[in-house]
């Protein structure tokens, strides 16, 4: 008799856990949303009307960093790529020092030998650098300017590094000495859209390679880690030639660093959903408006989108 109920009993704990554990199913959530006209002005409230029970509605407006289409963008060929750094030279008279580079097949292996295997276009006629004084004296720090590379881009996803080559001849006159101080590559989009690929010198991630005179190379402050600037310090009149290249990660001139975003309007912990939503477009164009609604638990998400163009006119 114990044991039949201890059977039993075992049953029942078996059937209870089991039902415990039933997936319960996400529901794909009734939504609608509708307006009163789909052409507007400038500055005109845009009342956007409700229908359904989503539990989580997300609004995309079509508007430049809103657009539905690029919430997962993370590559897109820009109409225009640019590099712009900061220079400054020191004092001396042996001038053209320094020299920027560009190369696609660079192999990432960062010695001489593999320096000199890679093709590197010279871009330093489409930068100004610090000025080299007939006197001697010292250029005072220099913005490059934006400088054009978009001709490096591609319509894949080949990565370019960037380097600067530091080279001084032994003779009678001077080596001066560089500094570079900034770093930004940037890609600008069909839209306007301006995303920093490299947003400073640190995460260029630049490694100095000594080709020549070990006495003389690239130095990092504070640190290799985390620099604000690099320096390639020279020597006095009559110092053995002396070859850097200061080399960066590989960078893809493609990468979009944001991806757009909307804007959340009803979620799970909204005590009183709103039955409408009411925006204002600041400018006149053609804009494509998403709606997202969907419910989720932890591990499943079911949702619908609804679209609608609304025209914004002057």
């Not at 997936?23 to 400038?42: G, N, R």
């Not at 539905?68 to 400054?88: M, P």
Request: charged share 15%; glycine share 6%.
């Amino acid at each position: 008799m114990k044991i039949q109920q201890s059977i039993r009993l075992r049953m029942l704990l078996l059937i209870i856990f089991l039902t415990a554990c039933e997936k319960k199913e996400i529901e794909t959530p009734h939504f609608d949303v509708q307006t009163d006209a789909l052409s507007y002005k400038v500055g005109q409230e845009v009342t956007f009307k409700f229908s359904g029970n989503a539990e989580n509605v997300v609004f995309w407006s079509g508007e430049k960093g809103r657009n539905y289409a690029y919430k997962d963008r993370i590559t897109e060929k820009g109409v225009l790529q640019t590099l712009q750094f900061t220079s400054a030279a020191g004092q001396g008279t042996q001038n053209d020092n320094l020299s920027i580079k560009i190369s696609r097949d660079f192999n990432g292996i960062y010695d001489a030998a593999n320096i000199a295997k890679a093709s590197w276009t010279d871009i330093t006629s489409r930068a100004v650098l610090s000025p080299n004084p007939v006197t001697g004296a010292a250029g005072a720090a220099t913005s490059s300017g934006a400088v054009n590379i978009s001709d490096q881009a591609t319509d894949g996803d080949v990565p370019v590094y960037f380097a600067f080559r530091y080279a001084s001849a032994s003779n009678t006159l001077k080596p001066r000495q560089w500094t570079i101080s900034s770093f930004v590559v940037s890609n600008t989009l069909a839209d306007g859209t301006v995303n920093n690929v490299v947003a400073n010198l640190g995460l260029a991630g630049f490694k100095g390679i000594d080709v020549s005179n070990p006495s003389f190379q690239w130095a990092f402050t504070p640190n290799v880690q985390s620099p604000t600037s690099v320096t390639m310090t020279a020597g006095n009149v009559g110092e053995a030639a002396n070859e850097d290249w200061l080399v960066s990660v590989p960078v893809k001139l493609n990468q979009v660093s944001l991806s757009d975003y909307g804007i959340p309007i009803i979620s799970i912990t909204t005590l009183s959903p709103p039955k409408d939503y009411k925006y204002v477009f600041a400018a006149p164009g053609v804009y494509k408006v998403v709606f997202h609604a969907f419910n989720q638990d932890v591990a499943e998400k079911t949702g619908i989108i609804k679209e609608m163009t609304i025209t914004i006119v002057p």
